[in-house]
């Protein structure tokens, strides 16, 4: 079965530290990949998304994540963390399995201390 | 422009209600979703329609029945509920079930069952 793994359910990190969140997927045929960061009473936004392009992709709020299909990762990074980054933030996978479905890792929520 | 609306925010029930939680998009997708959101389990798919009178299950349909009757609408009906499904619930849409874009979220319905 497709899975999607975020190592660590909570990470913390100081104000200008590199912010890195970790996700490895399980699939067989190559996958579109997604990371959506989600504020505390809302839903989730698009951060970046790999389609097959270039292997390194840029989002928003200064963010980008790195395709590495020989790892199966696709780890979301920030070089300097800012306070408005704490929230909860989620890796999806969307697969061809009979239907284009979209599986979501478990979330890893990110402290950010001053 | 709206995006994904869902009403209502908040809901309590009793168990052995039913109720319906609405979800309209005005973006003209056909690809349709409804998640749920659990504590260190991510997004869970309950049904999916590809369009207009087409629904599908998704990985926890139990206790929850879909429809489709417009493009903009897809609302999601609890039948008799029970305390197991109290979460948070989030609609969302894309452009098609083959699309390359990212899905479109609600901000959630926080479902408690008493």
């Known amino acids: 079965a497709q899975s999607v793994t975020q190592l660590g359910s909570h990470v913390s990190v100081s104000e200008g530290a590199l912010v890195l969140l970790r996700c490895n997927y399980s699939?067989?045929?190559?996958?579109?990949l997604f990371w959506y960061v989600q504020y505390p009473n809302q839903g989730l936004q698009l951060l970046l998304k790999?389609?097959?392009?270039?292997?390194l992709v840029k989002g928003i709020n200064g963010f980008e994540a790195e395709f590495k299909k020989s790892e199966t990762s696709f780890h979301l990074t920030k070089p300097s963390a800012h306070m408005s980054d704490a929230a909860e933030y989620f890796c999806?996978?969307?697969?061809?399995?009979?239907?284009?479905?979209?599986?979501f890792g478990a979330g890893t929520r990110l402290f950010v201390k001053a | 422009n709206a995006g994904v609306t869902q009403t209502p925010k908040f809901q309590v029930l009793k168990t052995g209600q039913s109720m319906t939680l609405q979800c309209a998009q005005d973006?003209?997708?056909?690809?349709m979703s409804w998640y749920r959101q659990d504590p260190g389990m991510g997004l869970r798919l309950i049904h999916y329609?590809?369009?207009?009178?087409?629904?599908d299950q998704g990985e926890v349909p139990n206790g929850y029945n879909v429809s489709r009757s417009t493009t903009e609408d897809f609302p999601l009906r609890l039948l008799s509920a029970a305390p197991s499904q109290t979460s948070v619930y989030f609609c969302?849409?894309?452009?098609?079930?083959?699309?390359?874009?990212?899905?479109?979220f609600g901000d959630g319905t926080r479902l408690s069952i008493l």
């Open positions: 329609s590809v369009g207009a009178g087409i629904t």
């Open positions: 999806a996978v969307r697969i061809n399995t009979g239907g284009f479905k979209t599986i």
């Open positions: 699939s067989s045929v190559p996958p579109y």
């Open positions: 790999y389609t097959s392009a270039a292997t």
């Open positions: 973006m003209n997708h056909e690809y």
């Open positions: 969302a849409s894309r452009p098609g079930q083959d699309s390359k874009q990212p899905q479109h």
